[in-house]
């Protein structure tokens, strides 16, 4: 286990496929750093979430945040007949918010959950260790796949802070021309080139979406997005597709004002923006482009049903009436400080998870009426958060 510096044999590893291809696509180098099958960050073991990682998630801040989202969960299960229903959820990290979701629903809906399959596909050998022994209160309803063997189903299909850990390209723009960024070898260390014409598949996604970095910006592209949504469309009878991660729609992501993207790494609870130091013991991040899964799922069928701030979504699924709930029952009122300023963390706009965090709902084959998270923020009570 390394925590510190370089994991040396994946350093040598990648530096190898430097020099025997003149330079590798940064979306390669990403790729080989996260997951390369024994050094990648996210395939060896290690703690990466909560506070002895690197990162904390939502579902890893509080129970809360998996329990709001069950209860959205819920109502796609009764608005799809209140029959048999699987969540797929792809991407589930220690597993927390999994357990959440099935705490609750076993709690609050006994009917559902004699209904449920929850499968989980998940990369990581390591992070499928972990999930296990966090959901063997729910072992009859919790199934492991590979994407590949997932069977066609109806119900839901959930992400929390997947698709910002795909692998992608970066690009800069120079006089009218988008050149991408190559990882090459300088002096026995990793160095960036800028090499045209850019891959066929980032012409091609710019393309299509109708929108480009502008002249001087340096921006990330992730071309994986458009078979995983096309994928998962194909896995999806019938029901609905929860994204839940931080990014922008493409106007925002590729604005003129940000100059230098959105590429971050996080090493111990620090945001860095060097990919080349800490090989395989950091993450590596970019915010998602919104736009891209909505119309390439649109093209794959399926419907934009709701996208909107994660304040806005667990406000209007309870946040507040949960808190006050979660207030009564604190005698301690350090405690309950403590316990407001961490949840508070879930919905606030800078320096916390609310804003630019975002989740979309696509549906396919359901008449939607109107989503629990639609609901208006005018009829929540707001005193819970004076004093
Ligand atoms: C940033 S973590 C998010 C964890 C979790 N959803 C949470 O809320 O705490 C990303 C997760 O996605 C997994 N992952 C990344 N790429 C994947 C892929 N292509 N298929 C399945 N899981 C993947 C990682 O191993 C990890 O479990």
């Not at 750093?33 to 290690?46: I, K, N, Q, T, V």
């Not at 329990?67 to 299960?77: D, K, P």
């Not at 998940?122 to 063997?149: K, M, P, T, Y």
């Not at 002096?187 to 979406?209: K, N, Q, S």
Request: charged share 20%; net charge negative.
């Amino acid at each position: 286990m390394e925590n510190n510096s370089n994991n040396q044999p994946l350093t040598q590893f990648i530096l190898d496929q430097i020099r025997n291809s003149d330079g590798i696509p940064f979306r390669q180098f990403m790729q080989h750093c996260l997951y390369h099958p024994d050094y990648g960050y996210y395939m060896s073991a290690r703690r990466r979430i909560g506070r002895y990682g690197d990162f904390y998630t939502s579902s890893s801040v509080h129970s809360l945040f998996g329990r709001l989202v069950a209860r959205q969960i819920v109502q796609m299960w009764q608005i799809m007949g209140g029959g048999a229903f699987t969540v797929v959820e792809q991407g589930a990290g220690e597993g927390e918010l999994a357990a959440d979701i099935l705490d609750y629903i076993s709690a609050v809906e006994a009917q559902m959950y004699s209904n449920l399959r929850y499968i989980v596909v998940e990369i990581s050998q390591d992070n499928r260790r972990r999930q296990q022994e966090n959901l063997s209160a729910h072992g009859g309803v919790v199934d492991w796949c590979a994407f590949a063997d997932l069977p066609r189903f109806s119900g839901c299909f959930l992400s929390n802070e997947l698709l910002d850990a795909f692998a992608v390209d970066i690009v800069e723009k120079h006089a009218g021309e988008l050149s991408q960024v190559y990882v090459t070898e300088k002096d026995g260390a990793f160095a960036e080139e800028l090499r045209t014409p850019v891959a066929a598949d980032i012409r091609e996604h710019f393309a299509t979406l109708g929108v480009e970095p502008v002249e001087g910006n340096r921006a990330e592209v992730c071309t994986a997005v458009r078979d995983w949504v096309e994928a998962v469309a194909a896995k999806l009878e019938r029901g609905f597709v929860v994204t839940i991660d931080y990014g922008y729609p493409a106007q925002e992501l590729y604005a003129p004002f940000r100059r230098h993207g959105t590429l971050l790494c996080y090493h111990r609870h620090q945001a860095n923006d060097n990919p080349y130091q800490h090989i395989g013991c950091q993450d590596i991040t970019s915010h998602v482009d919104f736009t891209a899964v909505q119309q390439f799922g649109a093209a794959a069928g399926l419907d934009s049903v709701y996208f909107a701030e994660q304040y806005r979504f667990l406000l209007a699924l309870g946040f507040v009436e949960e808190l006050l709930e979660l207030q009564r029952h604190s005698n301690d009122e350090k405690e309950a400080l403590a316990m407001r300023m961490t949840l508070k963390n879930l919905i606030m706009p800078e320096g916390g998870m609310g804003e630019t965090f975002k989740v979309l709902i696509q549906s396919r084959g359901v008449k939607v009426p109107q989503l629990l998270c639609q609901r208006r923020l005018s009829e929540i009570p707001l005193e819970v958060f004076s004093g």
